[in-house]
């Protein structure tokens, strides 16, 4: 009878905490649905081929299993991409730097962006104005960037009102904000195709969401139909926000550890 000593409880605990992080970050990042497909497709085979003894169905789903990654990327894709992101997210890589180096005056610069994209929304959305703002966050935007217009200047409410007005030839694309400036107007997104989303919504709410499953950004939607703020943020789109929820949102999100 083979032994189990303290080496297999080590091997059972890292299986166990691997299992559990794989859990949450692909609950996070909107997965989580494919993580319990693969699960239980696990346990059918390990019952079958381990505990019954089945071979015929036992050698199927081993033939299966040596293709099956293949056909999670076929089917799966997007999500994949999604949950690959949050994997290699620089802030959940760089969270022991912020142990250790905290500097004064970091939280009210990582958020002086928040407010005046605030407040260009709260006035946008009275005035039915359509606009699509994207935040950089620890992936760069730099192929986006270079498919709009470079402007690099402050962040300032004015202007990004100005940016999105009707008669404005930027007003079309979308706003690029990193490194605390507005980097880039008029910028060419990609649109999700998620059939979940509404039919009602249109290329800027798809943009928005392409935007959030393909990198770690966060994009900020209003509507030029009905006025309605939306944020899209980690493959998940968020609608009809308030003023008040659009700032506690965005400052959550600033606060972030970046890299």
């Known amino acids: 009878m083979p032994h189990f000593g303290i080496k297999d409880i080590i091997d059972i605990l890292l299986v166990a905490t691997l299992l559990y992080y794989i859990y949450k970050l692909m609950k996070e990042s909107g997965t989580i649905n494919i993580f319990y497909g693969v699960m239980a497709f696990i346990v059918v085979w390990i019952i079958a081929s381990e ?10 789903l081993d033939k299966f299993m040596s293709i099956g990654l293949l056909i999670l990327v076929i089917l ?10 949050e994997l290699g997210s620089h802030r959940r890589w ?4 912020t142990l250790f180096h905290h500097h004064k005056g970091t939280d009210m610069a990582a958020t002086a962006w928040v407010m005046p994209v605030v407040y260009a929304c709260m006035a946008m959305s009275k005035t039915k104005t359509g606009a699509l703002i994207v935040i950089e966050q620890s992936i760069p935007l730099d192929n986006y960037e270079k498919t709009g217009d470079i402007i690099d200047a402050d962040i300032n409410t004015r202007l990004i009102e100005n940016i999105f007005f009707k008669n404005s030839p930027l007003h079309d694309g979308a706003l690029i904000l990193a490194h605390g400036r507005l980097m880039a107007a008029g910028c060419i997104l990609p649109v999700s195709h998620d059939n979940s989303l509404p039919r009602y919504m249109g290329l800027r709410h798809r943009s928005a969401l392409g935007i959030a499953q393909a990198t770690d950004a966060v994009a900020v939607v209003v509507s030029e139909e009905t006025g309605n703020i939306s944020i899209a943020h980690r493959g998940k789109l968020s609608t ?12 959550a999100i600033a606060m972030l550890p970046r890299k």
């Open 51 to 60: 505990i019954f003894a089945m071979r015929l169905i036992g050698t199927i």
């Open 76 to 85: 799966f894709q997007d999500q994949i991409k999604r949950f690959l992101v």
């Open 94 to 97: 760089r969270f022991l730097a």
């Open 240 to 251: 009809r926000l308030s003023s008040t929820e659009l700032e506690h949102r965005l400052n």
